[in-house]
């Protein structure tokens, strides 16, 4: 693809192309940033879509709404409400409905889509409910391509999103220039619906018409309603396990042919291998996430259903019947010679369960390591599940909540964890109950960054009970309009990411009944030394200096609103943080190098593996001297680079490991809290030297 020297500039400056990037950029360069820009701006106008449709919309709208989206989809209102068909209500109601001759979104852009970069404008308005069969996937990318016509489209692959090629995704693509993204609220369905799919979708040729015309977008609940029709005649049809662990033994005819075949297939995932022999895992369901601090480092999860064992020139096949059976479809393997029933597995000498898994990553990770992200991700995934004590609530939401039953609920369970935990038993076994406290921000005994909140963040819902009122949000909409009015580009860009970062944290932060009198320095500073490597794309000296100063210039105009009193407020701890904020992002990077060349050297694998926050005491000629949770002293070592710019009472939070040499190092990605976070967590400062 090329773009022409006098034409516009895809970077959207306006100028022409060999003016501008043109230059020096080369264009594949030019459309991935092009690309990230967009995506870094899709959030924020999804927020701000969101709060304009709370402020145009009654209840009483929205309830008729989904009454009529219930009756034409054939469900009842009550599973309208549940979460996994929210999404899809709010995209037809706000892309698909017209009302008074427009959507919601068209409105929408018509008053706000002046400030929004023309591609995303064109791609939020092309929104449409479409049909596309998985042709290839890639760690990144989605190949897909619309069954009827053909055309091929590639998707941006999000972290939980767990395809294989054949199966069918429903949902609606936003255009990001070559690649898309699957916007919230899509279906995933099986490759046996693909014909009768096909049947449907010649018969409502609108489909193809909707990209460019919203008029033509009233097949939507239409397509839901085939979909769970489909499903209900369909249920049930699969056949049940039979209780018999089995191995099945087959002659190989060529072993390279058939290593190609298992190699092509996404469901098996090698085990082990030597010189005679390999074993596969067949896994049809597996779960995968990225642990950011570990420099992305891609846990993978398999459930066990059967493996495969390959062996001089026999294979053998260990499972149960059904699973066997496929695994046999597969590979297009002959009639088996042999079976007989077993016991265990042959590569673990235990029993294949439901639930057994087979966990790898990429790149390895050091063994003391893999242990405790398996451990993390499995305490991360029980704090959003939900319990059947809770009322079929997640931890995470109870915690959040003001129901005194349900906190108690929840505090009984958390001691069960914690004493099963202690005598090695139940689910305590594989998750880290140290962490759970912290991060529900209940009273605990650790040096954690979440012991500022009163309560957890909530992330991901739309507004409810558990988010903070939309009129914080459009008041922090109107402080930035008024502030960048008439503005340069660069004042207005300012503004608009230190301000975007601050409402999204605002909006999972607090719950309804919140106002601005009720923000604390302990909120801000979780805000300004943790929240923001979540939410900003890079944190340097520059961002600190801008965060210091919108945020400043916010609470001057909050306080001239006639509301609050907060500068004054929050300027002493601006004050305190005005050079050390800067010197933190900075060091965070130094450490980060650091942190990833120990995670790969093999000479300095850990035999002791923790996560935990340490305060700096000193410096002696090894590193840091440093005081755990505990109260242990232990010496952590840096680069001099930063050993000699960190001094008494700043606090050091991640991932540490003790090596042969008694010493302590970084395995994963830090954060640094100078001495003025540290007192707010209730650290004596200047008395632990």
């Known amino acids: 693809m090329s773009v022409g020297r006098n034409e516009l500039c895809?970077?959207?400056?306006?100028?022409?192309?060999?003016?501008?990037?043109?230059?020096?950029?080369?264009?594949?360069?030019?459309?991935?940033?092009?690309?990230?820009?967009?995506?870094?701006?899709?959030?924020?106008?999804?927020?701000r879509l969101n709060h304009f449709v709370g402020g145009h919309v009654t209840s009483e709208t929205i309830q008729e709404a989904r009454s009529r989206f219930a009756a034409e989809v054939g469900l009842s209102e009550q599973e309208v409400t549940r979460p996994e068909w929210a999404a899809h209500f709010f995209n037809w109601c706000v892309l698909d409905v017209k009302t008074g001759g427009s959507t919601l979104l068209e409105n929408y852009i018509k008053q706000h889509g002046r400030r929004m970069e023309p591609d995303l404008r064109r791609a939020f308005a092309g929104l449409h409910l479409n049909v596309y069969e998985i042709m290839e996937v890639d760690r990144e990318v989605l190949t897909v391509q619309q069954p009827l016509t053909l055309e091929k489209h590639y998707i941006l692959r999000s972290g939980n999103l767990n395809v294989m090629p054949g199966q069918i995704i429903v949902g609606r693509l936003l255009n990001l220039g070559l690649r898309n993204m699957l916007f919230p609220g899509s279906i995933i369905l099986q490759p046996h619906v693909k014909d009768s799919l096909l049947g449907w979708l010649k018969e409502h040729p609108e489909v193809e018409e909707a990209a460019d015309d919203t008029g033509k977008r009233v097949y939507t609940t239409a397509l839901y309603r085939f979909i769970v029709q489909f499903g209900e005649t369909n249920n049930g049809q699969a056949g049940t396990s039979e209780n018999a662990l089995l191995r099945r033994t087959y002659s190989l005819q060529n072993r390279g042919q058939l290593l190609k075949a298992i190699e092509a297939n996404p469901a098996f995932e090698l085990k082990k291998s030597d010189s005679t022999k390999e074993v596969w895992v067949y896994a049809t369901r597996k779960e995968e996430h990225l642990f950011s601090a570990l420099k992305d480092a891609l846990l993978e999860l398999y459930e066990v259903q059967a493996e495969v064992l390959l062996e001089n020139d026999k294979l053998y096949l260990e499972g149960y019947a059904p699973e066997l059976e496929e695994v046999a479809q597969l590979l297009l393997l002959p009639a088996y010679e042999h079976e007989e029933e077993i016991r265990v597995l042959t590569s673990t000498g235990s029993k294949l369960s439901k639930g057994t898994l087979f966990i790898t990553s990429q790149p390895a990770l050091p063994p003391k390591v893999l242990q405790w992200a398996v451990q993390t991700y499995f305490a991360e995934k029980w704090l959003v599940t939900p319990h059947e004590a809770l009322e079929d609530l997640a931890p995470v939401l109870v915690a959040a909540s003001d129901s005194k039953e349900l906190h108690a609920k929840l505090e009984s369970l958390l001691e069960q964890l914690e004493q099963d935990r202690k005598v090695g038993q139940g689910l305590a076994r594989f998750i880290r109950t140290d962490m759970l406290r912290p991060r529900l921000s209940l009273p605990n005994h650790s040096m954690h960054v979440n012991n500022l909140l009163t309560r957890p963040l909530i992330e991901g819902l739309p507004e409810s009970v558990y988010t903070v009122h939309p009129d914080r949000l459009a008041e922090i909409n109107r402080f930035v309009q008024e502030m960048t009015s008439g503005k340069s580009e660069a004042t207005v860009k300012k503004y608009d990411e230190v301000m975007n970062n601050f409402r999204s944290f605002v909006r999972c932060a607090f719950s309804p009944s919140f106002t601005w009198e009720q923000l604390r320095k302990e909120d801000l500073a979780y805000f300004l030394v943790h929240d923001i490597y979540t939410r900003a794309d890079a944190v340097t000296k520059t961002l600190a200096a801008n965060l210091l100063s919108v945020m400043t210039a916010f609470f001057k105009w909050l306080d001239k609103q006639g509301a609050t009193s907060l500068h004054a407020t929050m300027q002493s701890l601006f004050a305190e943080l005005k050079e050390s904020l800067p010197e933190a992002y900075r060091l965070r990077g130094l450490l980060e190098k650091e942190a990833n060349h120990n995670l790969f050297n093999h000479a300095t694998v850990p035999k002791d593996v923790v996560e935990e926050t340490l305060v700096v005491l000193s410096v002696d000629a090894n590193g840091l001297v440093a005081k755990r949770s505990n109260g242990e002293k232990i010496t952590l070592s840096v680069a001099a680079n930063v050993k000699d710019m960190l001094t008494a009472d700043w606090m050091i939070s991640g991932l540490f490991g003790k090596g042969e040499d008694g010493l302590w190092r970084l395995y994963g990605t830090p954060e640094l809290y100078p001495p003025a976070i540290a007192h707010l967590l209730g650290v004596q400062t200047g008395v632990l030297v």
């Open 10 to 47: 895809p970077c959207g400056s306006g100028k022409k192309y060999k003016k501008c990037c043109g230059v020096v950029t080369p264009i594949t360069e030019l459309r991935s940033r092009h690309e990230q820009k967009l995506q870094k701006e899709y959030a924020g106008w999804v927020e």
